[in-house]
């Protein structure tokens, strides 16, 4: 009997692991994509179905993502979760960061993985040399210096608001991505600007490391952050990356990514067979041409959807108050604010309500397209001439009859136009929809931005540019359709 019991329980846990994958995140930079793949390859070699949430933004989305539940674990550091989610001023463990996590948010960290990557102010060995610098203290005695910081890493608490009131640095910085600062810094077009100690351009682009000589910086070892209730199986096969990766061969494993062009799961996978803590496996990649349908295909999921959806709200919505100037007047201004609302906060926003992934983006893409949608409906329909309107009234048309076959008709070039508008700004705006997992062509700009690939950027941009193309000549044979031929150009 307890052979039996021993069994069912086993066969209703494999189930439970397959039928509930286990969703892996991972921000948007090189060292991330390579860990979080350790992670799902450590997690798939247990026998868990894993799902992959990649080119999530950055700290803040990614734990809210998994504070949400939208992802179930992915690798952080640990200043990161002091400094930046806890909002710690003072030096605390591990043991009480994982305690305050637990108490908080119900979440928990792994054991370290071997290496501290602390953030860093890094300058050209040349002019290092030449002015003398070795030390962060130092650079307040350069004020004329080009500082250029990625945008996290500025306002981050242990960014640079914080270390320049620290340090007491007069520098003015600019912001970039911190994938095209260190090509800005090999053209000399900035003096300074921040990394992670285990960057693999650090050595290849020979670039110093300014010490960090009154500790501001915190430890920042790499562990795995994940929901309390992932199942004890799991956590102990995360454990398995305990102390497994040193800060050289994290460099390393970074520069093949980024010099090499190898690509993050091979190196993961190679790393981890090596190392003994997955098997061996060959693993045969899709190639570029159907990695880009598959994205291609998701952008155009994510962008019909939502475009059918602020159809089907707005073109009924202009014409029920286009009559009502007042009303017309606050539903306009209501989705004008919408506008307003950069793109990638409004996904972040998102985040705490609908979690992360395809529906979050449909909503934001759907939100967009209302105000061209809805403006032109109601501009369409209130600039039908009034004469027309009398002569429908005078041969007995209803004011619903009047609406269908004259009114509507007369404005549908303009609600066309809206709708055009709409379906153009929701293809380039959906590359965003990467930023929380959603998938699209934005996967390979986003990578492609934090690998400082050329290739990769374009392998996302050049089939979106086509894909806006197609939807321009897409609604012109629309509108040969819809249009009475005596109202087209």
Same mark, same amino acid.
């Given at each position: 009997?307890?052979?039996?019991?021993?069994?069912?329980?086993?066969?209703?846990?494999?189930?439970?692991?397959?039928?509930?994958?286990?969703?892996?995140?991972?921000?948007?930079?090189?060292?991330?994509?390579?860990?979080?793949?350790?992670?799902?390859?450590?997690?798939? &070699?247990?026998?868990?179905?894993?799902?992959?949430?990649?080119?999530?933004?950055?700290?803040?989305?990614?734990?809210?993502?998994?504070?949400?539940?939208?992802? &179930?674990?992915?690798?952080?550091?640990?200043?990161?979760?002091?400094?930046?989610?806890?909002?710690?001023?003072?030096?605390?463990? %591990?043991?009480?960061?994982?305690?305050?996590?637990?108490?908080?948010?119900?979440?928990?960290?792994?054991?370290?993985?071997?290496?501290?990557?602390?953030?860093?102010?890094?300058?050209?060995?040349?002019?290092?040399?030449?002015?003398?610098?070795?030390?962060?203290?130092?650079?307040?005695?350069?004020?004329?210096?080009?500082?250029?910081?990625?945008?996290?890493?500025?306002?981050?608490? &242990?960014?640079?608001?914080?270390?320049?009131?620290?340090?007491?640095?007069?520098?003015?910085?600019?912001?970039?991505?911190?994938?095209?600062?260190?090509?800005?810094?090999?053209?000399?077009? %900035?003096?300074?600007?921040?990394?992670?100690?285990?960057?693999?351009?650090?050595?290849?682009?020979?670039?110093?490391?300014?010490?960090?000589?009154?500790?501001?910086?915190?430890?920042?070892?790499?562990?795995?952050?994940?929901?309390?209730?992932?199942?004890?199986?799991?956590?102990?096969?995360?454990?398995?990356?305990?102390?497994?990766?040193?800060?050289?061969?994290?460099?390393?494993?970074?520069?093949?990514?980024?010099?090499?062009?190898?690509?993050?799961?091979?190196?993961?996978?190679?790393?981890?067979?090596?190392?003994?803590?997955?098997?061996?496996?060959?693993?045969?990649?899709?190639?570029?041409?159907?990695?880009?349908?598959?994205?291609?295909?998701?952008?155009?999921?994510?962008?019909?959807?939502?475009?059918?959806?602020?159809?089907?709200?707005?073109?009924?919505? #202009?014409?029920? %108050?286009?009559?009502?100037?007042?009303?017309?007047?606050?539903?306009?201004?209501?989705?004008?604010?919408?506008?307003?609302?950069?793109?990638?906060?409004?996904?972040?926003?998102?985040?705490? %309500?609908?979690?992360?992934?395809?529906?979050?983006?449909?909503?934001?893409?759907?939100?967009?397209?209302?105000?061209?949608?809805?403006?032109?409906?109601?501009?369409?329909?209130?600039?039908?001439?009034?004469?027309?309107?009398?002569?429908?009234?005078?041969?007995?048309?209803?004011?619903?009859?009047?609406?269908?076959?004259?009114?509507?008709?007369?404005?549908?070039?303009?609600?066309?136009?809206?709708?055009?508008?709409?379906?153009?700004?929701?293809?380039?705006?959906?590359?965003?929809?990467?930023?929380?997992?959603?998938?699209?062509? #934005?996967?390979?700009?986003?990578?492609?931005?934090?690998?400082?690939?050329?290739?990769?950027?374009?392998?996302?941009?050049?089939?979106?540019?086509?894909?806006?193309?197609?939807?321009?000549?897409?609604?012109?044979?629309?509108?040969?359709?819809?249009?009475?031929?005596?109202?087209?150009?």
């Amino acid at each position: 009997m307890r052979i039996l019991l021993l069994i069912s329980l086993t066969v209703i846990s494999w189930l439970a692991n397959a039928q509930q994958p286990i969703r892996v995140g991972a921000k948007h930079f090189n060292e991330g994509y390579i860990l979080s793949e350790m992670i799902a390859l450590v997690l798939e &070699d247990g026998g868990y179905s894993v799902e992959r949430k990649f080119n999530l933004g950055g700290t803040t989305v990614s734990f809210e993502a998994l504070r949400n539940g939208a992802i &179930d674990v992915y690798p952080e550091y640990t200043g990161t979760i002091a400094k930046e989610i806890l909002k710690e001023d003072n030096t605390v463990s %591990i043991e009480e960061i994982n305690k305050m996590v637990s108490t908080l948010y119900h979440l928990e960290i792994s054991k370290p993985h071997g290496f501290n990557n602390t953030y860093a102010l890094l300058i050209n060995k040349e002019l290092k040399e030449k002015l003398g610098i070795s030390k962060v203290s130092e650079l307040k005695n350069h004020s004329d210096l080009r500082l250029g910081l990625s945008y996290e890493f500025i306002d981050r608490k &242990d960014g640079w608001n914080n270390l320049a009131a620290f340090y007491n640095l007069p520098q003015k910085v600019i912001a970039l991505e911190h994938g095209l600062a260190y090509q800005a810094i090999r053209e000399n077009k %900035i003096d300074v600007t921040d990394a992670y100690s285990t960057d693999g351009e650090i050595k290849k682009f020979d670039l110093i490391l300014l010490e960090d000589d009154q500790h501001f910086f915190p430890d920042y070892q790499a562990v795995s952050f994940y929901s309390d209730g992932l199942p004890l199986e799991a956590k102990k096969l995360l454990n398995k990356l305990t102390n497994a990766i040193s800060e050289e061969e994290m460099q390393q494993l970074n520069a093949m990514a980024l010099f090499e062009k190898v690509s993050h799961v091979e190196i993961a996978r190679n790393f981890l067979s090596r190392k003994g803590l997955i098997k061996s496996s060959t693993h045969t990649e899709s190639s570029m041409w159907r990695l880009i349908a598959e994205k291609a295909w998701r952008h155009i999921t994510l962008t019909f959807f939502a475009l059918i959806a602020s159809i089907l709200v707005a073109v009924p919505l #202009g014409v029920s %108050i286009f009559k009502n100037q007042r009303l017309s007047k606050i539903i306009l201004y209501t989705t004008g604010i919408l506008q307003t609302i950069p793109s990638i906060a409004l996904l972040a926003l998102m985040i705490p %309500i609908l979690g992360i992934g395809i529906v979050p983006a449909v909503v934001t893409l759907f939100l967009y397209a209302l105000l061209p949608i809805l403006r032109n409906t109601v501009i369409g329909l209130t600039t039908v001439d009034p004469v027309l309107k009398k002569v429908a009234m005078a041969i007995g048309l209803t004011t619903w009859n009047s609406l269908r076959l004259v009114e509507i008709p007369l404005a549908m070039p303009m609600i066309l136009a809206g709708i055009r508008t709409a379906a153009v700004i929701n293809v380039g705006t959906a590359t965003l929809a990467a930023f929380i997992g959603a998938g699209g062509l #934005g996967e390979f700009i986003v990578t492609g931005l934090a690998l400082n690939n050329t290739n990769m950027i374009l392998m996302g941009a050049i089939p979106a540019a086509l894909l806006a193309i197609f939807t321009e000549l897409l609604f012109e044979l629309i509108e040969r359709f819809l249009i009475p031929k005596h109202l087209q150009k």
